[in-house]
Structure formats: structure tokens, C-alpha cells
């Protein structure tokens, strides 16, 4: 199931993913440095799988609450809106608008992050997630499972609309 081309969602940050929320109460209330809408810039992506025709990633923060929505047209054309809505406490939260992933577990500390996304309490990838100091840059990069099963790598660069 995860050797198709869609799977390139977990690209993300992905949402990127990927990897948004707060690490403490203290934080919580501060914007994180993630926030905003970012498009994917596949000049200076990397991943073994089709790179997507497009990639968008909206994060928004309404008080501790920081929700991660990616759209997505894939490399074959398929189109996947998918989102989580997360404190960044460490705690897994439902991944809703994509049946392979169903929770997301997010840390954040200042402008780095990391989310773990699991299917049935699995594992299925890891996000490490870094805004540039200047905040006009997010890269995403990490391990997602290739068609063969085997970590596959790759990085995705997003740009500050």
C-alpha cells in the first residue's frame, strides 16, 4: 500500500510535515515559527519515489493547538487533503483525510521539530522539521518505508508564501 506513489505525502512534513507543536504550556501560547503557508519546492527536494505535481502545507496555531493541513496532487495525479491538530506534547493525536497514517506524535523546540506518523500503533515514518533562522525556509527530512520495505530517504524543501 505504501509503495505507490501517493505515498510521497509522508514526504511532508507533511506535513512536516510535518513535525509542528509546542513543547511546553510556557510555549504553547507563543506562535511557533513553523506557522504559515508554505509550498513545496521540488528544485531542492529529494526523495527516492516521484516527487508531487504540487504540494502545499497550511499551519495555523490557535492558542496551544497547532493544526498541520497538506494538499497534494502526487507524481500520477492523485489528489490527498489530509491534517492533524497537535500540542506538540509528545502525544499522539488522529491524522484525518488519509488512510494510511492515523495518528501523529509532535515535539517541538523553538524552530526544530519531530513527528513520528503511525498506521495500527506502527511506526510508518519520522520527520525532523527545521525552519530557517531567517523563517522564510522549512525543510522536512527523515526515513518513510520504500516499496521494498527498507527505510527510503528523503528531504523536502518548502518556501514561506
Given at each position: ?27 504553547a501560547?507563543?506562535?511557533?515559527p ?33 493544526t ?5 496532487v ?10 492533524f ?10 491524522v ?21 506518523y ?44
Open positions: 500500500m505504501f509503495a505507490r506513489a501517493g505515498f510521497s505525502i509522508l514526504a511532508i512534513a507533511g506535513a512536516f510535515a510535518l513535525t509542528i507543536g509546542t513543547a511546553s504550556t510556557a510555549q501560547q507563543a506562535q511557533s513553523m506557522v504559515g503557508n508554505w509550498t513545496f519546492n521540488a528544485a531542492k527536494s529529494t526523495s527516492g519515489a516521484p516527487l508531487p505535481k504540487k504540494r502545499d502545507l497550511a499551519i495555523t496555531q490557535k492558542g496551544a493547538d497547532v498541520v493541513a497538506i494538499d497534494e502526487a507524481a500520477d495525479g492523485t489528489a490527498t487533503k489530509w491534517e491538530t497537535t500540542k506538540g506534547d509528545g502525544k499522539p493525536v488522529p484525518t483525510g488519509w488512510a494510511a497514517l492515523d495518528t501523529a506524535t509532535s515535539t517541538l523546540t523553538g524552530r526544530t521539530g519531530k513527528t513520528i503511525s498506521k495500527g500503533g506502527k511506526p510508518v515514518m519520522e520527520s525532523n522539521t527545521e525552519v530557517s533562522a531567517d523563517g522564510k525556509v522549512l525543510v522536512v527530512k527523515g526515513n518513510r518505508p520504500g516499496p521494498d520495505g527498507k527505510p527510503l530517504p528523503y528531504s523536502s524543501t518548502y518556501d514561506k508564501k
